[in-house]
Protein backbone atom coordinates (compact mmCIF):
# COMPACT_ATOMS: atom_id res chain seq x y z
CA UNK A 1 0.00 0.00 0.00
CA UNK A 2 1.32 3.32 -0.96
CA UNK A 3 1.01 4.96 2.53
CA UNK A 4 4.35 7.09 2.37
CA UNK A 5 3.16 9.47 0.31
CA UNK A 6 2.03 12.87 1.29
CA UNK A 7 1.38 16.09 -0.75
CA UNK A 8 3.70 19.59 -0.94
CA UNK A 9 2.21 21.36 1.75
CA UNK A 10 4.29 24.34 0.44
CA UNK A 11 2.75 24.31 -2.81
CA UNK A 12 -1.26 23.71 -1.47
CA UNK A 13 -0.36 26.30 0.57
CA UNK A 14 0.89 28.72 -2.45
CA UNK A 15 -1.74 27.68 -4.67
CA UNK A 16 -4.82 28.58 -1.81
CA UNK A 17 -3.52 31.85 -0.93
CA UNK A 18 -3.02 32.64 -4.42
CA UNK A 19 -6.50 31.82 -5.37
CA UNK A 20 -7.92 33.43 -2.47
CA UNK A 21 -6.58 36.29 -4.01
CA UNK A 22 -8.99 36.00 -6.64
CA UNK A 23 -12.33 38.24 -5.89
CA UNK A 24 -10.98 38.99 -2.65
CA UNK A 25 -13.15 41.25 -0.18
CA UNK A 26 -11.74 43.54 2.00
CA UNK A 27 -13.52 41.47 4.68
CA UNK A 28 -11.06 39.03 4.39
CA UNK A 29 -13.38 36.43 2.28
CA UNK A 30 -14.46 36.35 -1.63
CA UNK A 31 -16.87 37.32 -3.64
CA UNK A 32 -17.04 34.96 -6.83
CA UNK A 33 -20.57 34.22 -7.53
CA UNK A 34 -20.53 31.15 -10.26
CA UNK A 35 -19.98 32.61 -13.75
CA UNK A 36 -18.71 36.26 -12.39
CA UNK A 37 -15.79 38.17 -13.87
CA UNK A 38 -14.30 36.96 -10.78
CA UNK A 39 -15.01 33.00 -10.89
CA UNK A 40 -14.25 33.15 -14.26
CA UNK A 41 -10.71 34.59 -13.15
CA UNK A 42 -10.35 31.76 -10.48
CA UNK A 43 -10.68 29.02 -13.35
CA UNK A 44 -8.13 30.81 -15.78
CA UNK A 45 -5.54 30.39 -12.91
CA UNK A 46 -6.87 26.95 -12.46
CA UNK A 47 -6.44 26.46 -15.89
CA UNK A 48 -2.87 28.10 -15.65
CA UNK A 49 -1.88 25.78 -12.77
CA UNK A 50 -3.21 22.81 -14.91
CA UNK A 51 -0.80 23.63 -18.20
CA UNK A 52 1.63 24.75 -15.66
CA UNK A 53 1.30 21.30 -13.86
CA UNK A 54 1.98 19.33 -17.43
CA UNK A 55 -1.19 17.77 -16.76
CA UNK A 56 -4.31 17.72 -19.66
CA UNK A 57 -6.79 20.53 -19.30
CA UNK A 58 -10.44 19.51 -20.14
CA UNK A 59 -13.35 21.75 -20.08
CA UNK A 60 -16.63 20.10 -20.97
CA UNK A 61 -19.55 21.88 -22.12
CA UNK A 62 -20.96 22.88 -18.68
CA UNK A 63 -18.01 25.07 -17.99
CA UNK A 64 -16.77 22.05 -15.67
CA UNK A 65 -12.77 22.82 -15.23
CA UNK A 66 -10.63 19.69 -15.12
CA UNK A 67 -7.08 18.45 -14.95
CA UNK A 68 -6.47 15.30 -16.06
CA UNK A 69 -3.86 12.37 -15.00
CA UNK A 70 -4.38 9.80 -17.15
CA UNK A 71 -3.53 5.83 -17.02
CA UNK A 72 -2.31 3.77 -19.42
CA UNK A 73 -5.46 2.08 -20.22
CA UNK A 74 -7.73 4.70 -22.21
CA UNK A 75 -10.88 2.82 -21.57
CA UNK A 76 -10.32 2.73 -18.16
CA UNK A 77 -12.70 4.34 -15.40
CA UNK A 78 -11.97 7.98 -13.93
CA UNK A 79 -11.90 8.46 -10.08
CA UNK A 80 -12.94 11.87 -9.96
CA UNK A 81 -12.35 14.51 -7.17
CA UNK A 82 -13.02 17.57 -6.47
CA UNK A 83 -15.01 20.41 -5.50
CA UNK A 84 -16.20 23.95 -6.94
CA UNK A 85 -14.43 27.61 -7.56
CA UNK A 86 -17.63 29.76 -7.39
CA UNK A 87 -18.59 31.04 -3.75
CA UNK A 88 -21.46 32.92 -2.30
CA UNK A 89 -21.46 36.53 -2.67
CA UNK A 90 -19.19 37.92 0.36
CA UNK A 91 -18.41 33.98 0.73
CA UNK A 92 -15.19 32.41 2.28
CA UNK A 93 -11.98 31.73 1.29
CA UNK A 94 -12.29 28.05 2.01
CA UNK A 95 -15.47 26.65 0.89
CA UNK A 96 -15.12 25.13 -2.33
CA UNK A 97 -11.68 26.14 -3.12
CA UNK A 98 -10.10 24.68 -0.72
CA UNK A 99 -11.19 21.05 -2.19
CA UNK A 100 -10.13 22.20 -5.77
CA UNK A 101 -6.25 23.09 -4.67
CA UNK A 102 -6.54 19.82 -3.16
CA UNK A 103 -7.41 17.42 -5.53
CA UNK A 104 -4.93 19.37 -8.15
CA UNK A 105 -2.11 18.53 -5.29
CA UNK A 106 -3.31 15.16 -4.95
CA UNK A 107 -2.49 14.77 -9.04
CA UNK A 108 0.38 16.62 -8.81
CA UNK A 109 1.88 14.54 -5.88
CA UNK A 110 1.00 11.00 -7.66
CA UNK A 111 2.62 12.20 -10.95
CA UNK A 112 5.48 12.73 -9.56
CA UNK A 113 5.83 9.85 -7.15
CA UNK A 114 5.50 8.14 -10.76
CA UNK A 115 2.63 5.74 -9.55
CA UNK A 116 0.50 4.40 -12.71
CA UNK A 117 -2.72 3.37 -11.70
CA UNK A 118 -5.80 1.44 -13.08
CA UNK A 119 -7.48 4.54 -13.49
CA UNK A 120 -7.66 7.65 -14.72
CA UNK A 121 -7.31 10.66 -12.03
CA UNK A 122 -9.45 14.49 -12.49
CA UNK A 123 -9.68 17.42 -10.55
CA UNK A 124 -12.83 18.47 -11.26
CA UNK A 125 -14.41 22.32 -10.51
CA UNK A 126 -17.93 21.91 -10.78
CA UNK A 127 -20.19 24.76 -12.70
CA UNK A 128 -22.25 27.15 -10.04
CA UNK A 129 -22.40 24.42 -6.99
CA UNK A 130 -23.55 27.56 -5.02
CA UNK A 131 -26.92 28.29 -6.73
CA UNK A 132 -26.26 31.66 -7.33
CA UNK A 133 -27.57 30.82 -11.07
CA UNK A 134 -29.18 27.09 -10.73
CA UNK A 135 -27.62 25.00 -8.08
CA UNK A 136 -25.48 22.38 -9.56
CA UNK A 137 -24.73 23.12 -12.99
CA UNK A 138 -21.98 21.45 -13.67
CA UNK A 139 -22.56 18.07 -11.63
CA UNK A 140 -25.63 18.01 -12.57
CA UNK A 141 -25.41 18.00 -15.97
CA UNK A 142 -22.46 15.43 -15.20
CA UNK A 143 -24.98 13.33 -13.95
CA UNK A 144 -28.44 14.51 -15.47
CA UNK A 145 -29.62 15.21 -12.54
CA UNK A 146 -29.99 18.92 -13.86
CA UNK A 147 -32.92 19.27 -16.73
CA UNK A 148 -33.67 21.93 -19.12
CA UNK A 149 -36.77 22.30 -17.13
CA UNK A 150 -34.38 23.87 -14.33
CA UNK A 151 -33.30 26.08 -16.17
CA UNK A 152 -36.35 27.89 -17.17
CA UNK A 153 -36.77 29.73 -13.69
CA UNK A 154 -34.06 29.31 -11.55
CA UNK A 155 -33.02 30.02 -8.33
CA UNK A 156 -31.06 32.83 -9.51
CA UNK A 157 -33.55 34.17 -12.70
CA UNK A 158 -33.37 33.38 -15.99
CA UNK A 159 -31.81 36.50 -17.29
CA UNK A 160 -28.64 36.04 -14.84
CA UNK A 161 -28.50 32.57 -16.03
CA UNK A 162 -28.19 33.79 -19.42
CA UNK A 163 -25.66 36.59 -18.76
CA UNK A 164 -23.80 34.37 -16.83
CA UNK A 165 -23.68 31.67 -19.45
CA UNK A 166 -22.56 34.62 -22.60
CA UNK A 167 -20.06 35.70 -20.09
CA UNK A 168 -18.47 32.40 -19.95
CA UNK A 169 -18.99 31.60 -23.62
CA UNK A 170 -21.56 28.53 -22.45
CA UNK A 171 -24.82 27.35 -24.14
CA UNK A 172 -27.97 26.00 -22.27
CA UNK A 173 -27.86 23.23 -25.03
CA UNK A 174 -24.03 22.63 -25.00
CA UNK A 175 -24.77 22.70 -21.03
CA UNK A 176 -25.95 18.61 -21.80
CA UNK A 177 -22.84 18.12 -23.58
CA UNK A 178 -21.12 17.30 -20.06
CA UNK A 179 -23.30 13.80 -19.68
CA UNK A 180 -21.37 11.52 -18.68
CA UNK A 181 -21.49 7.47 -18.80
CA UNK A 182 -22.17 5.90 -15.16
CA UNK A 183 -19.72 3.06 -16.50
CA UNK A 184 -16.99 5.85 -17.16
CA UNK A 185 -16.91 7.09 -13.47
CA UNK A 186 -14.73 4.58 -10.80
CA UNK A 187 -16.14 7.03 -7.91
CA UNK A 188 -16.08 10.49 -6.54
CA UNK A 189 -14.04 12.37 -3.51
CA UNK A 190 -14.55 15.59 -1.84
CA UNK A 191 -12.40 17.29 0.47
CA UNK A 192 -14.67 20.39 1.99
CA UNK A 193 -14.70 22.07 5.39
CA UNK A 194 -18.00 21.08 7.34
CA UNK A 195 -18.99 24.46 7.66
CA UNK A 196 -20.80 23.64 11.22
CA UNK A 197 -19.59 23.70 14.69
CA UNK A 198 -19.46 20.16 15.61
CA UNK A 199 -15.90 18.69 14.51
CA UNK A 200 -13.77 22.08 15.71
CA UNK A 201 -16.18 21.94 19.32
CA UNK A 202 -15.27 18.12 19.49
CA UNK A 203 -11.66 18.62 18.76
CA UNK A 204 -12.15 15.95 15.91
CA UNK A 205 -9.94 16.08 13.13
CA UNK A 206 -11.81 14.61 10.20
CA UNK A 207 -15.64 14.14 9.55
CA UNK A 208 -16.94 11.10 7.07
CA UNK A 209 -19.60 12.00 6.06
CA UNK A 210 -22.28 9.66 5.83
CA UNK A 211 -25.32 11.27 4.02
CA UNK A 212 -26.12 15.33 2.80
CA UNK A 213 -29.25 16.87 2.94
CA UNK A 214 -32.18 17.34 0.20
CA UNK A 215 -32.55 20.95 -0.38
CA UNK A 216 -35.88 22.49 -1.70
CA UNK A 217 -36.07 26.26 -2.51
CA UNK A 218 -39.12 28.46 -3.52
CA UNK A 219 -39.49 31.84 -4.64
CA UNK A 220 -43.34 33.42 -2.30
CA UNK A 221 -44.86 36.60 -3.06
CA UNK A 222 -47.43 37.70 -1.15
CA UNK A 223 -49.47 40.33 -2.74
CA UNK A 224 -51.82 42.91 -0.95
CA UNK A 225 -52.61 46.61 -2.05
CA UNK A 226 -49.72 49.24 -1.48
CA UNK A 227 -51.49 52.48 -0.37
CA UNK A 228 -50.56 55.64 1.48
CA UNK A 229 -48.74 54.80 4.89
CA UNK A 230 -49.93 57.76 6.56
CA UNK A 231 -53.71 58.20 5.86
CA UNK A 232 -54.99 54.43 5.81
CA UNK A 233 -56.03 53.11 9.31
CA UNK A 234 -54.12 50.16 10.71
CA UNK A 235 -56.88 47.70 9.97
CA UNK A 236 -57.51 48.60 6.39
CA UNK A 237 -54.75 47.84 5.10
CA UNK A 238 -53.57 44.81 3.20
CA UNK A 239 -49.85 45.03 4.07
CA UNK A 240 -47.83 42.59 1.86
CA UNK A 241 -45.00 42.83 4.53
CA UNK A 242 -47.01 41.38 7.44
CA UNK A 243 -47.55 38.36 5.56
CA UNK A 244 -44.12 37.85 4.65
CA UNK A 245 -42.67 38.85 8.89
CA UNK A 246 -45.42 36.27 9.30
CA UNK A 247 -44.46 33.32 7.56
CA UNK A 248 -40.84 34.29 8.34
CA UNK A 249 -41.59 33.54 12.40
CA UNK A 250 -44.37 30.96 11.77
CA UNK A 251 -41.65 29.05 9.50
CA UNK A 252 -38.92 28.82 12.17
CA UNK A 253 -41.63 28.40 14.87
CA UNK A 254 -42.80 25.03 12.57
CA UNK A 255 -39.12 23.80 12.12
CA UNK A 256 -38.40 23.96 15.77
CA UNK A 257 -40.98 22.31 17.17
CA UNK A 258 -41.96 19.88 14.51
CA UNK A 259 -39.29 19.03 12.38
CA UNK A 260 -35.78 18.20 14.28
CA UNK A 261 -32.73 18.06 12.52
CA UNK A 262 -34.02 20.13 9.35
CA UNK A 263 -33.90 23.83 8.63
CA UNK A 264 -35.65 26.64 6.89
CA UNK A 265 -34.22 29.90 6.07
CA UNK A 266 -35.55 33.02 4.40
CA UNK A 267 -32.26 34.68 2.69
CA UNK A 268 -33.94 37.59 0.53
CA UNK A 269 -36.63 39.72 1.20
CA UNK A 270 -37.80 42.59 -1.10
CA UNK A 271 -40.84 44.76 -0.20
CA UNK A 272 -42.03 46.47 -2.90
CA UNK A 273 -42.29 49.47 -3.59
CA UNK A 274 -39.65 50.34 -1.24
CA UNK A 275 -40.69 53.60 0.45
CA UNK A 276 -40.80 55.52 3.68
CA UNK A 277 -44.35 56.22 3.06
CA UNK A 278 -46.09 53.21 1.04
CA UNK A 279 -47.54 49.89 2.30
CA UNK A 280 -46.05 47.35 0.77
CA UNK A 281 -48.03 45.77 -1.82
CA UNK A 282 -45.89 43.03 -2.85
CA UNK A 283 -43.33 40.98 -0.81
CA UNK A 284 -40.37 38.64 -2.72
CA UNK A 285 -38.90 36.02 -0.08
CA UNK A 286 -36.53 33.55 -0.99
CA UNK A 287 -37.24 30.23 1.21
CA UNK A 288 -34.78 27.38 1.20
CA UNK A 289 -35.56 24.12 3.41
CA UNK A 290 -33.62 20.97 4.30
CA UNK A 291 -34.24 17.46 5.40
CA UNK A 292 -31.93 14.37 5.87
CA UNK A 293 -34.62 12.36 4.02
CA UNK A 294 -36.93 12.53 0.81
CA UNK A 295 -39.67 11.87 2.97
CA UNK A 296 -39.41 14.57 5.27
CA UNK A 297 -38.34 17.00 3.18
CA UNK A 298 -41.52 16.63 1.51
CA UNK A 299 -43.73 17.00 4.95
CA UNK A 300 -41.66 20.33 5.46
CA UNK A 301 -42.27 21.56 2.01
CA UNK A 302 -45.81 20.30 2.68
CA UNK A 303 -46.29 21.96 6.32
CA UNK A 304 -44.29 25.47 5.26
CA UNK A 305 -46.43 26.21 2.15
CA UNK A 306 -49.58 25.58 4.26
CA UNK A 307 -48.12 28.11 6.73
CA UNK A 308 -47.54 30.78 4.08
CA UNK A 309 -51.18 30.34 2.93
CA UNK A 310 -52.34 30.71 6.63
CA UNK A 311 -50.09 34.27 6.96
CA UNK A 312 -51.83 34.84 3.12
CA UNK A 313 -54.89 34.59 4.73
CA UNK A 314 -54.68 36.33 7.73
CA UNK A 315 -54.03 39.44 6.23
CA UNK A 316 -55.85 39.17 3.46
CA UNK A 317 -53.07 38.66 0.44
CA UNK A 318 -52.26 36.79 -2.43
CA UNK A 319 -49.71 34.26 -2.52
CA UNK A 320 -47.63 32.79 -4.88
CA UNK A 321 -45.40 30.03 -4.98
CA UNK A 322 -43.12 29.05 -7.04
CA UNK A 323 -40.75 26.19 -7.12
CA UNK A 324 -36.87 27.09 -7.93
CA UNK A 325 -35.12 24.21 -7.23
CA UNK A 326 -34.98 20.70 -5.45
CA UNK A 327 -31.79 18.57 -4.83
CA UNK A 328 -32.75 15.06 -3.41
CA UNK A 329 -30.82 13.72 -0.11
CA UNK A 330 -28.06 11.19 -1.21
CA UNK A 331 -26.62 8.79 1.16
CA UNK A 332 -22.31 8.78 0.80
CA UNK A 333 -21.03 5.45 -0.42
CA UNK A 334 -19.73 2.36 2.53
CA UNK A 335 -17.14 1.33 0.38
CA UNK A 336 -15.57 4.94 0.23
CA UNK A 337 -16.28 5.58 3.68
CA UNK A 338 -13.99 2.95 4.70
CA UNK A 339 -11.36 4.04 2.57
CA UNK A 340 -11.49 7.90 3.82
CA UNK A 341 -11.47 6.10 7.54
CA UNK A 342 -8.62 3.94 6.44
CA UNK A 343 -6.83 7.00 5.16
CA UNK A 344 -7.04 8.76 8.30
CA UNK A 345 -6.20 5.62 10.57
CA UNK A 346 -2.61 5.43 8.63
CA UNK A 347 -2.40 8.74 9.90
CA UNK A 348 -3.62 8.67 13.17
CA UNK A 349 -6.10 11.27 12.90
CA UNK A 350 -9.55 11.22 14.90
CA UNK A 351 -12.45 10.84 13.19
CA UNK A 352 -16.34 11.09 13.54
CA UNK A 353 -18.80 9.71 10.81
CA UNK A 354 -21.63 12.93 10.43
CA UNK A 355 -24.29 13.74 7.86
CA UNK A 356 -23.74 17.23 5.99
CA UNK A 357 -26.49 20.14 6.31
CA UNK A 358 -24.67 21.81 3.56
CA UNK A 359 -25.58 20.74 0.29
CA UNK A 360 -22.86 19.26 -2.52
CA UNK A 361 -22.03 17.97 -5.89
CA UNK A 362 -20.92 15.12 -4.33
CA UNK A 363 -25.11 14.40 -3.65
CA UNK A 364 -25.55 14.33 -7.52
CA UNK A 365 -21.87 12.45 -7.96
CA UNK A 366 -23.83 9.97 -5.19
CA UNK A 367 -26.44 8.98 -7.74
CA UNK A 368 -24.56 7.38 -10.39
CA UNK A 369 -21.25 6.17 -8.72
CA UNK A 370 -19.56 5.37 -5.14
CA UNK A 371 -19.01 8.74 -3.52
CA UNK A 372 -17.84 10.44 -0.03
CA UNK A 373 -16.75 13.35 1.24
CA UNK A 374 -14.26 14.43 3.84
CA UNK A 375 -14.64 17.41 6.34
CA UNK A 376 -11.88 19.14 8.35
CA UNK A 377 -13.16 21.31 11.08
CA UNK A 378 -14.60 25.18 10.51
CA UNK A 379 -13.30 27.50 13.00
CA UNK A 380 -16.35 28.21 15.07
CA UNK A 381 -18.65 26.67 12.82
CA UNK A 382 -18.72 29.95 10.47
CA UNK A 383 -19.16 29.42 6.59
CA UNK A 384 -20.62 31.39 3.96
CA UNK A 385 -18.79 34.57 5.56
CA UNK A 386 -16.04 35.92 5.22
CA UNK A 387 -15.38 35.27 8.63
CA UNK A 388 -15.05 31.68 7.39
CA UNK A 389 -11.73 30.14 8.21
CA UNK A 390 -9.84 26.43 8.92
CA UNK A 391 -6.80 25.79 10.92
CA UNK A 392 -4.11 25.32 7.55
CA UNK A 393 -2.76 21.94 9.77
CA UNK A 394 -6.59 20.75 9.18
CA UNK A 395 -6.39 21.57 5.63
CA UNK A 396 -2.90 19.20 5.51
CA UNK A 397 -4.28 16.54 6.86
CA UNK A 398 -8.03 16.73 5.03
CA UNK A 399 -5.17 16.87 2.00
CA UNK A 400 -3.62 13.71 3.43
CA UNK A 401 -6.48 12.00 3.77
CA UNK A 402 -7.88 12.77 0.07
CA UNK A 403 -4.90 11.66 -1.06
CA UNK A 404 -4.96 8.50 0.61
CA UNK A 405 -8.38 7.16 0.04
CA UNK A 406 -8.20 8.27 -3.51
CA UNK A 407 -5.00 5.99 -3.65
CA UNK A 408 -7.02 2.81 -1.74
CA UNK A 409 -10.25 3.20 -4.40
CA UNK A 410 -7.90 3.54 -7.40
CA UNK A 411 -5.45 0.89 -6.34
CA UNK A 412 -8.37 -1.73 -4.70
O1 LIG B 1 -25.73 25.89 0.31
C1 LIG B 1 -25.02 24.96 0.61
O2 LIG B 1 -25.39 24.18 1.43
C2 LIG B 1 -23.70 24.76 -0.06
O3 LIG B 1 -22.73 25.54 0.58
N1 LIG B 1 -23.77 25.05 -1.46
MN1 LIG C 1 -19.21 24.21 -0.93
MN1 LIG D 1 -21.25 26.88 0.01
Redesign the pocket.
Known sequence: MVTSLSINPQRLQADFNDLAAIGATAAGGVNRPALSPAHLAARAWFAAQVQQAGLELQIDGAGNHSAMLCCANPSAPTLLLGSHLDS?PDGGRF??ALGVVAALEVLRTIQEAGLHLPVHLEAIDFTD???TLV?FIGSGTLTGTLTAHDLQNPRGGRQALLAGLARAGLSEDGLFTARRDPASLAGYLELHIE?GPRLYEAGVAIGVVSGI?G?ASYRLAFSGRANHAGTTPMAARRDAGLGAAGFILAARALVMEAFPGCVANVGMLRLDPGAFNIIPGRAELAL?C?AADANTLERLQARLLESAAQEAARYGLALEVTPVGRDAPAPMSQPVQQAILSAAADLGLTTQSMPS????DAQNLAMVCPTGMIFIPSVGGI??SPQETSRWEDCLNGANVLLGAALRLALG
Do not use: F, N, P
Not at 357 to 360: F, L, M, Q, S, T
Open positions: VDGEEGGQVIERGAGHSH
